[in-house]
């Protein structure tokens, strides 16, 4: 008998699924696609770290807003 945690090139989701967590990237993945809608931000025009920080703020704030 086959183990059925074991599905090689079938696939499938791995034996221990957390929906709570995957719920949660979920999320996070998202926020990061909105975040890369700002241009500034996706390809990092910025030269300091504190200025492309600041950027990055904004497009938070704008988003939450």
């Not at 990237?25 to 696609?33: L, T």
């Not at 890369?36 to 990055?56: E, I, N, P």
């Amino acid at each position: 008998m086959e183990n059925p945690y074991r599905c090689g090139h079938r696939g499938g989701r791995p034996p221990r699924f957390d929906h709570s967590l995957y719920r949660r990237r979920n999320v996070v993945e998202r926020c990061f696609n909105r975040l890369k809608q700002f241009r500034g931000s996706a390809t990092r025009c910025d030269k300091t770290a504190t200025s492309y920080a600041s950027v990055v703020t904004i497009a938070c704030l704008m988003l939450w807003l």
